[in-house]
């Protein structure tokens, strides 16, 4: 199966497998809210959001107003929790589309409670984070969020911001974090307020902390089948199996003589006589530009290619001199297997300074998605 220049290829079988390990990790009574925001970092937020429909999820996270009303144009059931701020002027589309928003803080709960229809909400809880939420402290404004008579509370939660390292102060300030949070709960219940549904666990919460519980699990990375890091996939995250694989075409395969240069500016030079391929991806569809000049390769009839010379936006020169079977129209694996070698998002991000969670959520808007074939009958309905 092949895209037109550069592709995507979504293993939905890995999805499935992905889903059934971290529902074995589940505390009891949990479920998974699988992410899908920033078009399923990457992936595809449609194909992803329908394969895990099929798959039997009934509830979803995206970011803003847009990225759920955009599952609802593409009937996608359940609920839609929106995690990010949404401007009062696209609260329409909250109630349009059945979603739920998060309450931010106080002030923003009245803005929504001051539209004067019902809204659908989970209140949001800071803890630590110091990013959205009404502070854990300030009890008063969360039971006046409660009592607001517009909104319609489904749900509380915070976010744990320390959860992915193994050491002492991060293990006391995500103890910290839950126990605050779970204060508030007690509180609220104390007075009789009760909070429908209650969640704090994301992708490293679920694997470091399952014990801290919730109705909710609101995992992205490691459903898609790797974590921030090399080290955190192969500590963590060893059972899971990536999601995405990234391709494109060689376009042109040509000889270089030595003394000639290649690609923009004169870096490079050509100290012998090499053969050097054109590739149909660029550094606008998410290729990042500091892969350039040999930090980076690809993978070509399973042998690494390093790249050569300056990324360029849509196209991307690479040295096929070990490679002497590659031909124009040859497919170029950029993040994925070839043979037996593979580049993980995650060997990407450390070349590029980053965590994979950005290489991946870069993948851009011109990459075809392409869901593979798959036996389970449910994910071949599903695409
Ligand atoms: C993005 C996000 C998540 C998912 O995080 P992962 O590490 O990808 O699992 C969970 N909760 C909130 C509030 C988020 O913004």
């Not at 999805?15 to 390990?21: D, E, G, K």
């Not at 660029?282 to 930090?295: E, M, W």
């Not at 993948?363 to 599903?382: E, F, I, M, Q, Y």
Request: aromatic residues 6%.
């Amino acid at each position: 199966m092949e895209g037109h220049r550069a592709w995507i290829e979504l293993n939905l079988e890995h999805l499935r497998h992905n889903v059934a390990v971290l529902q074995a990790l589940l505390p009891p009574g949990c479920r998974l809210m699988p992410v899908v925001k920033a078009n399923a970092y990457g992936h595809g937020a449609i194909p992803i959001a329908r394969a895990l429909s099929s798959l039997g999820i009934q509830s979803f996270c995206v970011a803003t107003a847009e990225e759920g009303a955009d599952l609802r144009r593409h009937h996608i059931p359940g609920d839609i929790l929106i995690l990010g701020f949404t401007p009062p002027e696209e609260l329409s589309l909250v109630r349009r589309y059945d979603l739920i928003q998060t309450v931010v803080d106080r002030d923003y709960a009245g803005q929504l409670n001051r539209l004067g229809t019902p809204i659908r909400v989970h209140v949001a809880i800071d803890t630590g984070m110091h990013r959205l939420g009404e502070r854990w402290e300030n009890l008063e404004n969360i039971c006046a969020i409660f009592s607001m008579e517009h909104l319609r509370v489904e749900g509380m939660f915070t976010h744990l911001c320390a959860d992915d390292r193994d050491n002492p102060q991060d293990r006391a300030f995500t103890a910290a974090q839950a126990k605050a949070f779970d204060l508030v709960v007690q509180q609220l219940r104390d007075r009789g307020i009760c909070s429908p549904k209650i969640h704090l666990l994301g992708s490293y919460g679920l694997l470091n902390y399952p014990f801290l519980g919730g109705d909710y699990a609101r995992v992205g990375m490691a459903l898609y089948g790797i974590l921030s890091t090399a080290e955190d996939t192969r500590r963590w995250g060893a059972q899971l199996r990536p999601v995405l694989s990234l391709h494109a075409r060689l376009s042109t395969v040509r000889t270089l003589h030595p003394g000639e240069h290649a690609g923009y500016g004169l870096d490079f030079t050509a100290r012998r006589e090499m053969q050097v391929a054109a590739l149909t991806i660029g550094y606008a569809d998410g290729l990042p530009r500091a892969l350039s000049s040999g930090v980076g390769s690809v993978l070509i009839h399973g042998k690494r290619a390093p790249i050569l010379g300056r990324i360029c936006m849509d196209q991307t020169l690479v040295d096929i001199t070990g490679i002497p079977e590659a031909r124009a129209g040859d497919t170029a694996v950029i993040l994925g297997t070839s043979g037996g070698e593979t580049i993980s998002a995650c060997d990407i991000a450390g070349q590029a300074g980053t965590i994979a969670n950005e290489i991946l959520s870069r993948l851009g808007p011109r990459l075809d998605r392409l869901p593979v074939p798959s036996k389970t009958p449910c994910l071949a309905l599903a695409r």
